[in-house]
């Protein structure tokens, strides 16, 4: 498989290239284009427990969908459906953990699963009680709202993340979630409240725009109706 991330940025898309026999699993709605050989099958990943958790615990969709090239070489051009870019991650044997929508697509050999985080750190880290979970061997691809921005800790380097920018981290990292500032006026009058400690070594991936903050925005510039 050769992919290229195309208009990176703002408004990014992925373009693949199948050789004849080769597959690629990405969410439903992510197909933008694909050559007229390319056959499309919906599946659930990890049956259909595997999929319901999917849909209902952290989001994403209830089934996968499957493009294989047949015959002989195809292309298959998949959008998220936020603007924001798309980058590339290969797996190794490791785990990546993606926050709920950020899951674009993945070579068949990549493991999708949604697993419960810890109660307390899922109920106050904004990224939720259910991430998706990626282990394996091969290419993944996620989505961002607005660019990536990724961060490389070295061990015992700390970094602090606010949860409205979390996309991705690596499994293993140590992280715990805290008030932004000492006490609850201050993180009150700040406009941040719970953030995400990570300690190194690691890699953490954020985006440059928080789809909270993004929606009260919207919300207060909307007239009211009635």
Not at 55 to 68: A, I, N, P, Y
Not at 165 to 173: E, G, Q
Not at 203 to 218: A, D, E, H, I, L
């Amino acid at each position: 498989m050769r992919y290229e991330i195309m208009q990176p940025g703002a408004f990014a898309f992925l373009k693949v290239q199948l050789e004849a026999g080769e597959s690629i699993k990405a969410e439903s709605d992510a197909m933008m284009a694909m050559s007229g050989n390319i056959k499309v099958e919906g599946k659930m990943e990890g049956g259909i427990l595997g999929g319901l958790a999917r849909k209902f615990l952290s989001g994403e969709s209830l089934f996968f969908k499957h493009l294989t090239a047949q015959g002989q070489a195809g292309e298959a051009v998949l959008a998220p459906p936020i603007p924001g870019d798309v980058s590339a991650y290969e797996l190794t044997g490791n785990t990546l953990c993606i926050t709920s929508g950020g899951f674009l697509a993945a070579e068949e050999s990549v493991k999708i699963e949604t697993k419960m985080q810890n109660l307390g750190k899922g109920l106050f880290s904004g990224a939720g009680l259910f991430v998706v979970k990626a282990s394996g061997t091969g290419t993944l691809f996620f989505n961002s709202f607005g660019a990536i921005y990724p961060l490389e800790l070295q061990v015992g380097e700390e970094m602090v993340v606010d949860t409205g920018h979390l996309v991705a981290w690596d499994a293993d990292m140590n992280y715990k979630v805290t008030k932004a500032s000492s006490g609850i006026m201050s993180s009150l009058t700040s406009g941040e409240m719970l953030v995400c400690k990570f300690t190194g070594p690691g890699k953490v991936y954020t985006q440059s725009r928080n789809p909270g903050s993004f929606g009260c925005w919207v919300g207060g510039i909307i007239p009211s109706q009635g």
